[in-house]
């Protein structure tokens, strides 16, 4: 399972509230992602980072940010939840493939069930 | 941009029937295309992958041919299981610019009834 959590892994929060949502990896990886689950969209891309303190865009980044002060760490932050925030967030690395970082196989986390009422 | 699309769900089987989940994508470039599945309250496992035309992915009885020609990566089994029942995703990661990051289909649900 390439050694990923997620915390928490269920909130119940209230629209206008920050929330930050953790992923922590045990394997040194430096590629990690940070995704939405919603019925009818399979899995959007929120942000993903490249390494500490080198993060980028993905497609659905409005209203999310994420920090990387460590390698095993890679935070999403939503700064003021709104219900349309409600999701499930997965975290996931991906593994070196052929001696390069970032393209190897994604593996994922077991997922953070947030509900922004 | 690159899409994926596979076929809507929920499909429903027997056990020991015959699957197919059908996937087509578009891509700008060269893609690798996977499949993965997640079993009911956990999060994403890799269950095959191909990374160039006619390369044959395997794994636990599925199957999934790269077709390029038609841009196809349908997944097959020959006999289902009852521990089959998932929802399956079909996903691509082009080659050049943005290659770090995969495209997911919606996703299709699999229930098998004993």
């Known amino acids: 399972d390439a050694g990923i959590t997620q915390s928490p892994r269920h909130k119940v929060t209230e629209t206008g509230t920050p929330v930050t949502l953790r992923c922590h990896q045990t394997?040194?990886?430096?590629?990690m992602y940070w995704y939405r689950q919603d019925p009818g969209h399979g899995l959007r891309l929120i942000h993903y980072?490249?390494?500490?303190?080198?993060?980028d865009k993905g497609e659905v980044s409005d209203g999310y940010s994420v920090s990387r002060s460590k390698t095993e760490d890679f935070l999403l932050t939503l700064e003021s939840a709104t219900s349309s925030q409600t999701s499930v967030y997965f975290c996931a690395i991906s593994v070196v493939d052929g001696g390069r970082e970032g393209l190897g196989e994604q593996f994922f986390g077991p997922g953070t069930r947030l509900t922004v009422l | 941009g690159d899409s994926v699309t596979q076929m809507e769900g929920p499909v429903t089987l027997s056990e020991e029937a015959f699957l197919t989940i059908n996937c087509t994508y578009t891509?700008?470039?060269?893609?690798?295309l996977f499949w993965y599945v997640q079993y009911p309250g956990e999060g994403l496992q890799l269950l095959l992958k191909a990374t160039k035309a006619d390369d044959k992915g395997s794994n636990k009885g599925f199957e999934a041919t790269y077709r390029k020609e038609t841009t196809s990566f349908h997944l097959e089994k020959g006999s289902v299981q009852v521990s089959d029942s998932a929802v399956y995703f079909c996903?691509?990661?082009?080659?050049?610019?943005?290659?770090?990051?995969?495209?997911f289909g919606k996703g299709t649900k699999l229930s098998v009834i004993p």
């Open positions: 996903a691509l990661r082009d080659s050049g610019a943005g290659s770090y990051q995969l495209t």
């Open positions: 394997e040194n990886h430096r590629y």
């Open positions: 980072s490249y390494g500490v303190k080198d993060t």
């Open positions: 891509a700008t470039g060269y893609p690798s």
